[in-house]
């Protein structure tokens, strides 16, 4: 608990928590149904990876979801996402061949699906003077169904050196995010997220011994919440 009141210190400063304390949303405005869209930056790290030792390679995404608040701790949320992530070698991988081109040479470029369901708790809504504040800060575990198809392609641009067939994947993940309630219905925030796949590595390049195989998400999200009027 001291961990999560740390947390809450450096996320909400007190002088902000107390002016928030007379700005308390109703129950009724608080539960029920909600929906919305978020959009980010997503990396991925599988035998590539976004990180790669010439620079860092910005994937995108949009993500509408619709959920449903039960309490000010618990909400349940179905998400769909469509998106795409830019991988390159590591280092230590750059002399390896495909096709006559050195992995140096290589950028492998996915396009995701994913389906995901993820159980919300708000930590705010643990404590009482912070329950009905227009503040959330949620944490999620989460499972999903991940579809991926990637492209392997020169980074100096021209034809693909190898197409991958579209692969499914079970991932299993977690969200952090810091959302405000900007009027009764409408609320804004940012989130990050982490989601690890199963099976076959995302990205298509034909390499054993890289067991890492997950996809990093930072972005924004926009919202509205119907509420119980």
């Known amino acids: 608990m001291l961990g999560i009141a740390s ?13 928030d304390a ?12 909600y929906v919305g869209v978020e959009t980010g930056f997503p990396f991925a790290v ?7 030792t010439d620079r860092a390679r910005f994937g995108w995404n949009v993500i509408p979801y619709v959920g449903y608040r039960f309490n000010p701790v618990l909400s349940l949320e179905g998400q769909a996402l469509w998106g795409r992530e830019h991988l390159s070698s590591r280092e230590s ?7 006559g081109w050195r992995f140096g040479d290589l950028q492998s470029d996915v396009f995701t699906q994913r389906y995901t369901a993820q159980l919300n708790f708000n930590l705010l809504g643990f404590y009482e003077r912070t329950r009905y504040s227009r503040w959330t800060l949620e944490v999620a575990p989460s499972i999903s169904a991940i579809g991926t198809k990637a492209t392997i392609r020169p980074i100096e641009g021209g034809d693909h050196v190898l197409e991958a067939g579209a692969r499914w994947h079970f991932g299993v993940g977690a ?5 405000y309630r900007i009027t009764r219905n409408f609320f804004a925030g940012i989130y990050t997220n982490i989601h690890f796949l199963t099976g076959r590595q995302l990205d298509g390049v034909p390499a054993g011994g890289y067991s890492s195989n997950y996809i990093w998400d930072v972005g924004l999200t926009l919202g509205w919440a119907f509420g119980k009027q």
Do not use: Y
């Open 46 to 52: 599988s035998t590539f990876t976004s990180f790669g």
């Open 22 to 33: 007379g700005n308390q949303l109703d129950k009724a405005d608080l539960e029920g149904w």
């Open 175 to 179: 969200n952090l995010e810091s959302a």
């Open 93 to 99: 991988q750059a002399d390896i061949l495909l096709n």
């Open 7 to 19: 947390l809450l210190c450096v996320l909400f400063p007190q002088e902000a928590v107390a002016r």
